[in-house]
């Protein structure tokens, strides 16, 4: 039987490399031949690259992992039509340049998305070659075996806040990125400063929603490429929102980093710090709520769905995504006023049994890795692979 390739993700991104492990179980469990490659293993590349000699490789997968020593390889798998999965989750304008180095040595990979709107967008900036689909995260379904019957009354927060240096975790000062951007074009700079402007009038909106679509500036970089970091900082501004709507007056665990600026030592909010994942799928087993701060351009965090898996109530902003496939089974906030309402309602007991029960259900069936491998080879068939 031919090999299934999916590449050894050494990452810093915990998720990532937890993600490749597990879609490479569930196709093993599926009752394919999969193998790992960590092409920064002599021995594991040169059985890598022997099993491409020889024919014997069906499928390339790589799990949000952009690799330019798999570039190598792009020709002769071209040539014997060796599908090329890029399981992805950047939207085309943010992984503009190495999607598009991808596309030049695998013309015929297959580059998914997080979300419609990102694989519509796709042809724009990356042209008409390669293939794109949408396809989001999935979940463990062997995570429900592990949660323990009692639960605290306590809701959970699982977020970092320091991705970006120069912020040091903190929500950046409003003059942060003209400061950033003095040395750019004036056409770029004109462009940000009417992207506040949209910001300011339509604060709900994604920048996505609010970028003309085709604007070009020089060198071919695209105006949501150059405000990746800003609408981030916007992101950051949602955290950091809703846990000071936390503070006052609610029982709840906040694991992750960057946010001693926040920590006084007292009140009601307990903050963990980092922690591993089973440690954080511990703290979610035991809490009565899990609370999810989206980005705007992402269609559902993991955590969503491994809440949802484990029965753990859900309560986060909104998405279309989340919207269409879970409807009323989450709660839905947008602001303190309503963050505090969610939590009102879980904790007064009110369906929450049978919105959970039908969220546990959606996610299991729809989103687990055996779903994802089905989704997979569905896409692969219908661009012309067949595993």
């Known amino acids: 039987m031919r090999k299934i390739y999916v590449l050894d993700a050494r990452t810093g991104q915990n998720t990532i490399s937890r993600m490749g492990h597990e879609i490479a179980a569930a196709f093993h469990t599926a009752g394919h031949n999969v193998a790992r490659v960590n092409l920064s293993d002599l021995d594991s590349t040169l059985q890598f690259n022997s099993d491409i000699e020889e024919n014997q490789v069906s499928l390339i ?3 949000g992992m952009y690799n330019d020593a798999l570039y190598q390889f792009g020709e002769r798998c071209t040539q014997q039509r060796i599908p ?21 040595h695998f013309p015929k990979a297959i580059i998914t998305f997080i979300s419609d709107d990102f694989t519509n967008a796709a042809p724009r900036y990356l042209g ?3 293939h794109f689909a949408t396809l989001i995260q999935g979940v463990d379904p062997e995570l429900q075996k592990s949660v323990p019957e009692h639960k605290e009354p306590f809701g959970l927060f699982v977020a970092n806040l320091n991705n970006h240096p120069a912020m040091g975790g903190n929500p950046p000062p409003p003059d942060f990125y003209e400061q950033l951007w003095s040395n750019f074009p ?5 462009e940000l400063k009417k992207m506040h402007e949209r910001v300011n009038r339509h604060w709900r909106k994604s920048l996505f929603d609010l970028t003309p679509p085709g604007a070009r500036f020089q060198n071919g970089i695209t105006p949501l490429h150059l405000i990746a970091e800003f609408d981030r900082g916007y992101y950051f501004r949602g955290r950091v929102n809703t846990v000071e709507a936390l503070i006052p007056d609610e029982d709840c665990v906040v694991c992750g980093v960057g946010w001693d600026h926040l920590y ?3 009140g009601r909010v307990r903050f963990l710090g980092s922690m591993d994942n089973d440690q954080v799928m511990s703290l979610m087993g035991q809490a009565t709520f899990l609370i999810n701060s989206t980005a705007s351009y992402y269609s559902a965090s993991e955590r969503i769905l491994e809440a949802a898996a484990i ?3 859900v309560i986060t902003t909104k998405t279309k995504f989340l919207e269409a496939e879970f409807g009323n089974s989450l709660w839905y906030y947008n602001d303190a006023t309503s963050l505090r309402m969610a939590i009102r309602q879980i904790r007064s007991g009110e369906n929450v049994a049978e919105k959970t029960e039908r969220a546990k259900q959606i996610a299991l069936e729809r989103h687990s890795w055996a ?3 089905r989704d997979i080879i569905g896409i692969l068939s219908d661009h012309g692979f067949k595993l």
């Open 61 to 63: 997968l790589s799990v």
């Open 311 to 313: 029965g753990c109530p």
């Open 371 to 373: 779903a994802r491998v």
């Open 128 to 130: 008409n070659q390669g």
């Open 264 to 266: 006084s030592g007292s």
């Open 186 to 190: 004036k056409e770029v700079r004109t």
């Open 84 to 104: 090329m999965f890029f399981y992805g989750f950047d939207h085309p304008a943010f992984g503009y340049l190495p999607m598009k180095d991808m596309l030049a």
